[in-house]
């Protein structure tokens, strides 16, 4: 059979070979990407390779490629498993100096909390421990919606101050007296 004859069978069968390998791997793109590499393996023999079938040929090629798609495919999905197992198995306890500043956080809270005014600290406890709206601290304490909200933000913002001076390494003398 000589070298044209050959290249009219496998132009008539690249059709086929493109139908066989989208059934094979679900994706009309890279059915093409790996008929086109079974056609550039075949080009790639030397001249004087002797192929009795070159149909044949070729469609072993393509199912060979198709095998290694998808055990790359596969290597790549256990590699990703893994280290999602590895993140998973990371131990999700706090390093002992994260612990120490919570610690230490908690504690600054706390005695920043303690120190606000009574009202303050009460509609501030009522709120963020008991879980209260804005509406049924009022009514609890017979005070209106805007004075538990100017209270809220007072307390917050001593919080928040208090964390900010604890991060930064400074003290409250340093910004003065802070009254209401």
Known sequence: MGQAAVADQLQACWQELAVYLRRRVGDPALA???AQEAFLRLAALP????????RGYLFTVAQRLVADHWRSSATRYERTANEETLHSAVDPTPRP???LIQREAVSILSATIEALPPRTREVFRLHKFENLSYIEIGQRLGIARNTVMVHITLALGRCRDALCDYRS????ASRGPVRL
């Open 169 to 172: 390494g400074a003290t409250n």
């Open 47 to 54: 001249e004087n390779a002797i192929i009795a079938n070159p």
């Open 97 to 99: 100096d994260e612990t």
């Open 32 to 34: 093409a990407d790996l």
